[in-house]
């Protein structure tokens, strides 16, 4: 069995956090704290902050070189949250669906490339897993699938998600 790159994996799973937090922030800089789902966002906001700080001091202990593209996804990110709550809550909670989707795809991919050969961060990410599969599952109880063009918004942010992760596992 070949190694798994854990540099890799860490890197493109720091990328991941630092857009979840900026998506909320462009979301919750639209909505403020009177929307419908302001609460819930800023607990989700809250969940992904902790997340980054925890593969922000993977990327120090290891060594590993972060994404390059930082900046990119600072603005995307932001400009993302930003866009779909200004279509209104329940977009914002469609943008959540795809996003949290397409993580726990590629968070189950990572674990089963990871097998036992690196229990820490192999935690790590199944604990964030489970974190992403509730705020998917909070983001469809709160209407996310009412969203007019739904299929159409939750299928371009998922490949939007997957471009982004495959740009950052290596840029």
Known sequence: MTRPDTARMI???QAGE?????IYAGQLAVMGDRGPDSAE????????ADH????????????VRPTALQPVWNV???????ATALLGPKAAMACT?????EIDRHYTEQL????????ELAATIREFRDDERAHRDAALAAGAEHTPAYPLLFNAIRLGCRAAIKLSERI
């Open 11 to 13: 890197r493109v799973d």
């Open 18 to 22: 630092f857009g979840a937090t900026r």
């Open 41 to 48: 966002i800023v607990e989700m906001a809250r969940q992904e």
């Open 52 to 63: 980054r700080a925890k593969f922000d001091a993977m990327i120090v202990a290891r060594g």
């Open 76 to 82: 995307a990110g932001f400009a993302l949250g930003a």
């Open 97 to 101: 669906a795809a996003i949290e989707t």
């Open 112 to 119: 089963e490339e990871l097998g036992d050969t690196d229990p």
